[in-house]
């Protein structure tokens, strides 16, 4: 797992230091699906499919689907075979028909997510209005709320508060996993002075907090911060967007064949970071090309 590193950096022969920020690359959650769809691969029959991408990395999907492991938006597109569920979670209901046409179900959600999922539906079980800290069309928002009932609400921040649907409510906070601790600081201080009863499920995991302040640590340190991994990674682009309001020459690339030198004049300090579905080969594939750009 590349889960931390020393941030002792490499010079390139010019002198220019690059640093990887200490955590970068694939988390628990993401070596656990990658894992669980090799097993799958190496000892089931084919045809094995993901419904969706299972992790957000587009050359790590082209990979799988090299090694017969293909995404499918729609279940119509398995008439059998196995569907491993994506690290992001699906509907129940989803792999109830799954289920229902026959195909073997195999889930590889991650497992904070799943505590994400439980939390959602607890809330609503007890009674609270539920309310989602999230990306709307997320895939990981998605399966949250179809578990939290048909009352749930979903913002992206507390701009998106319907303060007058909330008043005098007793409200329940789940988070998307990738979301940032700012914005969940910042909802639950606007929903405070508004609502009857507050409960907050701060469902951001560990890995997420790790990366965002290692993010944070590294742009306050360098000339220059490249940040590499998909582009449709929720978790990525809160990195690029933490590193850019501290570091204004950000840039986030999906793979090192984008990389342009006048970026770096004059850094003598760049700065690499990268989401949690990066694979390790790509973190070393921009470092290296980094160093061939700065000499």
């Given at each position: 797992m590349t889960d931390s590193r020393q941030t002792a950096g490499r010079r390139t022969p010019s002198g220019v230091e690059i640093v990887v920020a200490?955590?970068?690359?694939?988390?628990?959650?993401?070596?656990?699906?990658?894992?669980?769809a090799e097993e799958a691969r190496l000892t089931l029959a084919?045809?094995?499919y993901t419904l969706g991408p299972l992790i957000h990395n587009p050359s790590v999907v082209e990979r799988l689907a090299n090694k017969g492991i293909r995404a499918i938006s729609s279940l119509d597109e398995?008439?059998?075979?196995?569907?491993?569920?994506?690290?992001?979670?699906?509907?129940?209901?989803?792999?109830?028909?799954?289920?229902?046409?026959?195909?073997?179900?195999?889930?590889?959600?991650?497992?904070?997510?799943?505590?994400a999922q439980r939390k959602a539906r607890e809330l609503h079980r007890r009674g609270y209005l539920p309310l989602i800290l999230g990306e709307r069309e997320h895939p990981e928002v998605t399966s949250l709320k179809a578990r939290a009932g048909e009352e749930a609400l979903v913002v992206e921040g507390a701009e998106d508060l319907p303060l007058q649907t909330l008043h005098d409510r007793r409200v329940g906070v789940v988070v998307q996993t990738t979301q940032t601790r700012e914005k969940l600081a910042e909802l639950a201080a606007a929903l405070a002075p508004v609502v009857r009863e507050l409960l907050v499920f701060n469902t951001i995991c560990d890995a997420t907090g790790n990366r965002q302040d290692a993010a944070r640590e590294l742009a306050s340190e360098v000339d220059a911060v490249v940040v590499v991994g998909g582009r449709n990674s929720a978790n990525t682009t809160h990195l690029a967007d933490l590193c850019q309001a501290l570091q204004p020459r950000t840039w986030h690339v999906e793979t090192a064949a984008?990389?342009?030198?006048?970026?770096?004049?004059?850094c003598r300090r760049i700065g690499v970071v990268a989401g949690a579905s990066t694979p390790e080969g790509d973190i070393q594939a921009t470092v290296r090309r980094i160093e061939e750009l700065v000499g």
């Open positions: 200490q955590y970068a690359g694939y988390c628990y959650g993401v070596e656990r699906a990658l894992k669980i084919p045809p094995i398995a008439e059998r075979g196995s569907v491993i569920v994506r690290a992001h979670g699906v509907a129940p209901e989803i792999i109830d028909q799954a289920r229902q046409r026959g195909l073997n179900v195999i889930d590889a959600t991650c497992p904070f997510v799943g505590v984008e990389l342009q030198a006048e970026w770096f004049a004059g």
